[in-house]
């Protein structure tokens, strides 16, 4: 995956920003207010995945400046600007530490939760641990839906959340590891499929 961003005014990407023309920050806040996130660093953005802050700008608005980092998500040509101040409320967080990866490891290796109840509302907490950018949450979903993804029974809704959830942990896994997104693939769904032939 290629983070090799800079942004320009020529970017066809989209750009999520609800503010005005912005300038490279100088002193707009203390650096206090940025949670020691700096220029260049990989992030995960909740709902969006993995990204890199390619620059920290300044904004003024309603005549209080205030500060914002650009995140440009390589996956979506997407861009956006996240206040400096409220970056760990937002749930935005650095890349996964190794143990952590190891740990979900652990998790696709168990057997599958089986959810029961209403569809619509198991399909919605699917997606809140899928948007909440925990990366445990999301390889939970992706154990508990992988026994289904090969079935011709899946429904699109089912189908289209496996693939989500697959995408967020192969992109975040492939930088943590060192392997490209398809080696990380193949890695998280083979500790599936050993649980799986286990069981059977």
Request: proline share 4%.
């Amino acid at each position: 995956m290629n983070f090799d961003y800079q942004p320009s005014a020529n970017h066809s990407g989209h750009t999520q920003s609800a503010a005005p023309a912005a300038h490279q920050a100088d002193g707009c806040q203390s650096n206090k207010a940025r949670f020691g996130f700096k220029t260049t660093d990989l992030i995960v953005y909740p709902a969006h995945g993995v990204g890199q802050i390619v620059a920290i700008e300044e904004q003024t608005v309603a005549g209080a400046c205030l500060e914002f980092f650009v995140v440009y998500f390589e996956k979506s040509k997407m861009t956006l600007r996240v206040p400096t101040s409220r970056a760990a409320k937002t749930g935005m967080r650095r890349l996964s530490e190794p143990g952590t990866v190891q740990h979900v490891r652990r998790i696709l290796g168990q057997p599958p939760h089986k959810a029961r109840g209403n569809w619509s509302r198991i399909a919605h907490e699917y997606e809140s641990k899928i948007n909440s950018g925990d990366i445990v949450a999301i390889a939970e979903v992706m154990r508990d839906l992988h026994r289904r993804a090969a079935s011709p029974d899946q429904n699109y809704a089912e189908r289209q959340l496996y693939t989500t959830a697959v995408d967020r942990l192969s992109e975040e896994l492939a930088l943590v590891s060192g392997m490209t997104e398809q080696e990380a693939v193949k890695e998280l769904e083979s500790l599936i499929v050993i649980e799986v032939k286990r069981s059977a």
